[in-house]
């Protein structure tokens, strides 16, 4: 028997890892004739440690967010997903991502780039697709490997 996927989640954030795991959550979600839901994950605890505090910042965050991801959402479209769903959430990306939208959207893949972060800034801050692999309430794809296959070059020097 073959896992067919319903809702599909991929999670962008600007990097390079989290473009090519667009790309093959698109090709996924046609196989599968699935939702695709895009979602980026505003980090409010970046905005706690800003002594003055503007609103504007946010404003300026959330409409950058927005116009990547309705790219992100015209591309998939374009490219033949028939149900695309698109959100900006705020709070924590690690929750928000593993657990809080999954659970909310009954998603059954989430798919996620792997991170560049070496041992010191995993110990520190911890990984995002780290802490989804390991918290997801369902099948979690780590992408490594570009569109041919071939492992990433990570977009970090």
């Known amino acids: 028997m073959l896992q067919q996927y319903n809702n599909i989640l991929v999670a962008i954030d600007g990097s390079y890892e989290a473009e090519i795991a667009f790309h093959k959550a698109i090709e996924v979600a046609k196989r599968n004739h699935a939702t695709l839901h895009i979602l980026h994950v505003i980090d409010t605890r970046a905005f706690q440690d800003v002594s003055s505090f503007d609103s504007s910042m946010v404003e300026q965050v959330t409409e ?77 794809l780590v992408v490594r490997t570009d569109i041919d296959g071939k492992p990433m070059k990570s977009s970090k020097k």
Not at 64 to 71: H, L, V
Not at 84 to 103: D, L, Q
């Open 64 to 140: 950058t967010a927005k116009k990547t991801i309705d790219e992100y959402q015209t591309t998939a479209k374009d490219q033949g997903v028939a149900q695309v769903v698109s959100k900006i959430e705020y709070g924590a990306p690690k929750t928000t991502i593993a657990r809080n939208y999954p659970k909310d959207h009954k998603i059954d893949l989430i798919m996620i780039g792997a991170t560049g972060l070496n041992a010191v800034e995993r110990l520190l801050i911890g990984s995002v697709t780290e802490f989804v692999t390991r918290n997801a309430p369902c099948d979690v």
